[in-house]
């Protein structure tokens, strides 16, 4: 039986912060008065131990979490593995799929344009006129504001998506955990807006080509 329940978890921010104000706000979130134990390993990853089973799932199955705006993510660590080997390389997120035709609603056609997105973990339900599922969204990848489809009888199709809990991406490069004006990509910084904030107005599916 399971005796320590701990996660090895990664703050993917280029900003200064504090440990114990991270961890603080997190757990008084969580529910808890005091902060969490907390042992920082250097480049923004800790390995955290709870003191519950229940609180252990809500937070390695929940979030997704941040601080500052930017994500802080939890993995689950059984202390068998050489910490270093641990990688966290990705992050779970609930991606809402917009305006699917009723008729192929499906579990199997929501996850067939999830995996397009990142690994799938879950379908969920739907919901007004969009779809949700989660994934594993790789920290790499930059978003995706849409997903083409091939549909029977209707051809190429293209459906807008939006990442539930983001704040905080890139608008030129479109990938998580920092600003325009800090982008990598140096010919990005003094360029244009790529990627915007969708608006939570409905959006239709388009139909790209024929059948």
Known sequence: MRSRWMAITRYYSGEPYSTW???NELSS????????PVRELGDNRFLVEFNSE???KKVTGGGPWRHKGDAVIFVPYDGLRRILEVVIDSIALWVRIYDILVSIITNGFTRALGAKIGRVLEVGQVVDNYKRVRVDFPL???????????????GEMEFMVRYENVRNFCFGC????????????EALVGGGVRFGKRSDAPHTSR?????
């Open 140 to 154: 790499d990848k930059a978003i995706m504001h849409t997903v083409q489809h091939k549909v029977r009888g209707y």
């Open 54 to 56: 229940q609180l252990w």
């Open 207 to 211: 139909k790209l080509a024929n059948a």
């Open 21 to 23: 104000g991270m961890f």
């Open 174 to 185: 479109g990938h998580i955990g920092h600003d325009k004006c800090e982008c990598p990509d």
């Open 29 to 36: 979130k969580w529910g808890k008065k005091a902060s969490i």
